[in-house]
């Protein structure tokens, strides 16, 4: 059987990543294709016992590098036993945030060493690397503004000021600037539909996917 395909979906609180990685699954559901939704930190037992860990408490709970720890033990749990058994298994495998999302928050925003967080994607990720990322852009008051409309308990990075969220928006950007081959970025604003339609514009095309 074919290897699958890998999409992760990328960029800052209330952009819009959830609600799109929901459509885009059905949409390639509709087309006869296997597909594993899934999301960080989190998507496998273990996972989701440190997602608690590190999206409840106060925005200082933890340190940036200790935060990195938590979220790449969680990742490598995820990696093993969910990401990779389902792309041996040739589903297609959407995820709401991944290695970017440490880059970006615990990286650009937080202030962890870069070579810290590519030394972990290298022996933690190993070859299990995304095929597509789209990256969610929008101004961040917009996104804070629609995150606080949704608001439930997980809102420890929804509670990082102003200027953390600006730089994780550069962060990401820059991500996408680095790496164009691989991300492509995603304009944010507008209709659910009119995104919708962006995304998956972007996954035909990257993806040589008809339809
Ligand atoms: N294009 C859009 N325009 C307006 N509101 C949106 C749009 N996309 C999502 N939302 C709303 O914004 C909130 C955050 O969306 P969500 O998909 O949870 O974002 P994320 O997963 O990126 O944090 C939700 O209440 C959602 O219904
Ligand atoms: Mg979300």
Redesign the pocket.
């Known amino acids: 059987m074919s290897q699958g395909r890998f999409i992760t979906f990328e960029?800052g609180?209330?952009?819009?990543?959830?609600?799109?990685l929901k459509r885009l699954a059905a949409r390639l559901e509709a087309q006869g294709r296997a597909v594993v939704a899934t999301r960080e930190p989190g998507g496998s037992s273990g996972a989701e016992s440190i997602r608690e860990l590190v999206l409840k408490g106060s925005a200082d709970r933890w340190s940036p590098v200790t935060e990195t720890l938590l979220m790449y033990a969680a990742r490598r749990d995820h990696v093993e036993r969910v990401i990779r058994p389902a792309l041996a298994k040739g589903a297609w495998v959407v995820c709401?945030r991944f290695a970017d999302s440490t880059r970006a928050y615990q990286g650009a925003a937080g202030g962890t060493d870069p070579a810290l967080i590519a030394a972990l994607e290298t022996h933690i990720l190993e070859a299990t690397r995304p095929d597509l990322t789209l990256i969610?852009d929008l101004p961040v008051e917009v996104g804070l503004e629609?995150?606080h409309?949704?608001a439930g308990a997980e809102m420890r990075f929804e509670s990082k000021g102003q200027a953390f969220h600006e730089r994780l928006r550069e962060g990401f950007l820059a991500i996408a600037r680095a790496e164009p081959g691989r991300c492509a970025i995603i304009d944010?604003i507008?209709?659910?539909e009119a995104?919708e339609a962006r995304v998956w514009a972007a996954v035909r095309e990257r993806l040589a996917v008809d339809g």
């Open positions: 960029g609180e209330g952009a819009g990543k959830s609600t799109q709401d969610f629609r995150a409309r949704r944010a507008g209709s659910l995104v």
